[in-house]
């Protein structure tokens, strides 16, 4: 039996498909544990930031800190072999939102602390719809989509509520969204 040019191209074409979606999806499985960690964060953060607005700032300070404190424990821990000449990268993307975030609130400075409630979730919103886009990662668009949506809902129509809806729902958004990409 002969492999014809058509034949031969289908199946590299088919191969190309299969690296593309294992690809996407070893994506998702490592995206996951990230997702859920910073999910409960969310949750711990808003909730205590509603209940003991007094603390708001020490209390964010130590989440983030132990938020990326244990997202480079969790990436070292389920980096393949050869993959950690990376890890700089991430310090540098790390030091570059938080110079963005200085330099937004320097310009513009938050009328309240609801804003930068808001604008902190809606900007790593669009990291991962991009990052979605450009890794062809569906699911990562969806979970920017909605954890974007949800935070301008809940700023607009349960103002009052605010903190306690990001800590449900964006944390819980989260949560789900690592959950769903562990499925892959």
Not at 77 to 103: P, Y
Request: contains cysteine; hydrophobic residues 55%; charged residues 10%.
């Amino acid at each position: 039996m002969s492999v014809t040019n058509s034949n031969a191209a289908q199946s590299l074409d088919e191969v190309k498909r299969s690296q593309r979606r294992s690809a996407v999806a070893y994506g998702y499985q490592k995206a996951s544990p990230h997702l859920i960690l910073w999910g409960f964060i969310w949750v711990v953060g808003y909730s205590t930031t509603y209940f003991r607005p007094q603390a708001n700032a020490a209390v964010w300070l130590l989440l983030v800190l132990l938020g990326i404190t244990a997202g480079f424990w969790i990436g070292r821990r389920t980096a393949a072999e050869g993959s950690r000449t990376h890890d700089w990268r991430l310090a540098a993307s790390i030091l570059a939102t938080f110079l963005f975030f200085v330099a937004l609130f320097t310009i513009m400075p938050p009328r309240s602390g609801l804003q930068v409630g808001a604008i902190i979730p809606i900007f790593f919103s669009l990291c991962y719809a991009i990052g979605g886009i450009w890794k062809g990662g569906a699911r990562f668009v969806l979970l920017g989509l909605a954890v974007g949506a949800l935070t301008v809902a809940g700023y607009f129509w349960v103002t009052p509520y605010f903190l306690l809806w990001m800590a449900a729902i964006g944390g819980g958004a989260l949560i789900t969204g690592g959950l769903w990409l562990r499925r892959v």
